[in-house]
């Protein structure tokens, strides 16, 4: 099989509501489709979740279009007839960072590998599950109101979501927590504060302590492994790691350290999903759980994502919500809450396409790319 080309496709996808974390609101999803067109014909599909501004981390759309103009296709073109998915992802290590556009453009060669093949990517990676328990992310109201949250809540919990993850910042965390903690006393329930908080603060986050939470998520500085350390030495909530993870090797050291107890795979951040599965294998072998974090994908990303969180290892639930926590109008056939799970694809690949109408109508920008020599058999 030959790659021929890749399409970009760039969405504005208008979210059902404002989604604000501590370091922004997001009120439509900007996002890169990569495509990736075979000889045959055939397209393979994967998702960029980078942010329109490096806001989460320092990739955003417009430079993860460009990197991939730029410096990762003439990387794939480096390829040898006969490549595996495992050589394209070497192919593209010549290129420092950038994991969110790697992965967009590596699950999609994944994806066209795999229908070639005749392979789910659920069996691919290994999943052992053909459902996948869903968790939802609540974001910070925008009226900053108890009410306003509370009835957020309601709608998830009685839409049979099974955990409940809170966003949190300095002036935004204890009386929320509470405020929920009391009307769902058993409902599993953790925050996350994308970096929002100072190593002084671990008097104030430990008194989140007697509210039952799964995990803090990612409270300080994405380089602060000491200080969350000391933090995990201050609270008995676990600590649990998202932005500090980029790569086997980081999730490795902050076992080792002790800065982490938990760790959120997102593909995205780790350039891929043959990394997240790695990382998967040794919390696995270290029996360290692990979930499976979103970023407000479209039912392309949230395909690959439920693979993935089909895997033994992801034993806390994950943010894999159906597409109608986020969109109206999902790119591909809505994701559809069951039970408070969702189906994991069974077709070869990550087993959905685009609607090619709902495709259409949400393009902002598209671009053609020849990838020429590149051959991935
Ligand atoms: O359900 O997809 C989802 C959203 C989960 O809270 C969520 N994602 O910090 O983990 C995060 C946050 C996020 C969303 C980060 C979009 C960056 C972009």
């Known amino acids: 099989m030959t790659i021929e080309l890749l399409r970009l496709h760039r969405l504005n996808v208008p979210l059902v509501r404002p989604f604000r974390t501590s370091f922004g609101t997001e009120r439509v999803r900007d996002l890169v489709l990569v495509e990736a067109v075979s000889s ?39 390829l040898q007839p006969g490549a595996d998915p495992h050589d394209v992802r070497r192919a593209l ?12 453009l590596t699950t999609a060669l994944l994806d066209a590998w795999l229908r070639a093949r005749d392979q789910s990517l659920g069996s691919y990676l290994g999943a052992t599950r053909e459902r996948v328990d869903c968790g939802v992310s609540v974001g910070i109201p925008a009226t900053e109101t108890i009410g306003e949250l509370l009835d957020e809540v309601g709608l998830y919990v009685n839409a049979g979501y099974r955990r409940i993850k809170l966003k949190i910042e300095p002036g935004w965390d204890l009386e929320p927590v509470a405020a929920v903690r009391a009307a769902w006393p058993d409902m599993p329930l953790q925050v996350d504060a994308n970096q929002a908080y100072e190593r002084s603060d671990a008097a104030h986050l430990a008194a989140l302590d007697p509210f039952d939470l799964l995990l803090i998520e990612q409270p300080l500085h994405e380089e602060d492994w000491y200080g969350h350390v000391l933090l995990s030495e201050a609270c008995s909530t676990p600590i649990c790691l998202d932005e500090s993870i980029l790569s086997v090797a980081s999730a490795d050291s902050a076992l080792q350290f002790g800065a982490t107890s938990i760790i959120n795979i997102k593909p995205g951040r780790v350039g891929g999903y043959l990394t997240a599965r790695e990382i998967h294998d040794l919390c696995l072998e270290r029996g360290v759980p692990v979930w499976c974090g979103g970023m407000l994908e479209t039912g392309i990303g949230r395909a690959a994502n439920l693979a993935l969180a089909a895997l033994p290892g992801f034993t806390v639930v994950g ?23 969702l189906p994991v694809p069974q077709g070869p690949g990550i087993g959905v396409d685009p609607i090619p109408s709902v495709l259409a109508d949400l393009t902002v920008w598209s671009t053609e790319l020849r990838v020429g020599s590149a051959s991935v058999s």
């Open 40 to 78: 045959d014909g055939s397209s393979g599909w994967g998702e960029c979740v980078t942010m329109s501004w490096p806001g989460y981390s320092s990739e955003y759309t417009d430079g993860a279009i460009d990197v991939i103009e730029r410096h990762l296709l003439p990387a794939l073109r480096e």
């Open 93 to 104: 290590d010549v290129v420092r960072g950038h994991p969110m556009a790697k992965c967009a």
């Open 319 to 341: 943010d894999t919500s159906a597409s109608s926590r986020y969109y109206e109008v999902d790119v591909t056939e809505p994701f559809v809450l069951d039970d408070g799970q």
